[in-house]
């Protein structure tokens, strides 16, 4: 059974869905069923992954990697950022490589803040 806010990857053409509405129908993509994207939330390597949010007066500022930046090169970097709160994705914002991995989500403040990112490479994070 899938879930709302869950994001699944073809690994054949490297698509990414994700449910806004949940349902009991298997994710299919070229012919293959689609990988469930679990988000790590832990750094095990010097490449910092897990989102960093900082609670500010008109919203949230989401950086990737607290003291370190996140690469940003063509190679390598953060295809998007989302902010959920409350258990409802507010916002999320694509990013090129020549962008900070790093962005201002002016929003109303919630009780439960999470915020995902996606890298290239190393798939999806998130802080919980």
Same mark, same amino acid.
């Given at each position: 059974?899938?879930?709302?806010?869950?994001?699944? !990857?073809?690994?054949? =053409?490297?698509?990414? $869905?994700?449910?806004?509405?949940? @349902?009991?129908?298997?994710?299919? =993509? =070229?012919?293959? !069923?689609?990988? /469930? /994207?679990?988000?790590?939330?832990?750094?095990?390597?010097?490449?910092?992954?897990?989102?960093?949010?900082?609670?500010? @007066?008109?919203?949230?500022?989401? @950086?990737?990697? !607290?003291?370190? +930046?996140?690469?940003?090169?063509?190679?390598?970097? %953060?295809?998007?950022? +989302? /902010? %959920? %709160?409350?258990?409802? /994705?507010?916002?999320?914002?694509?990013?090129?490589?020549?962008? !900070?991995?790093?962005?201002?989500?002016? $929003?109303?403040?919630?009780?439960? $803040?999470?915020?995902?990112?996606? =890298?290239?490479?190393?798939?999806?994070?998130?802080?919980?």
């Amino acid at each position: 059974m899938t879930k709302k806010n869950e994001l699944y !990857k073809c690994n054949t =053409c490297g698509n990414i $869905v994700e449910f806004i509405v949940a @349902s009991g129908v298997p994710v299919v =993509c =070229c012919g293959e !069923k689609m990988e /469930l /994207l679990d988000p790590k939330t832990a750094d095990a390597s010097g490449e910092k992954h897990v989102p960093f949010i900082e609670e500010v @007066s008109d919203g949230y500022i989401v @950086s990737i990697g !607290k003291e370190v +930046e996140h690469p940003m090169t063509e190679e390598h970097y %953060i295809q998007f950022i +989302e /902010l %959920i %709160i409350d258990g409802k /994705l507010i916002e999320r914002v694509e990013l090129t490589p020549t962008d !900070k991995p790093k962005y201002h989500f002016r $929003v109303e403040k919630g009780k439960d $803040v999470v915020a995902r990112e996606y =890298c290239n490479i190393h798939g999806l994070w998130s802080n919980k």
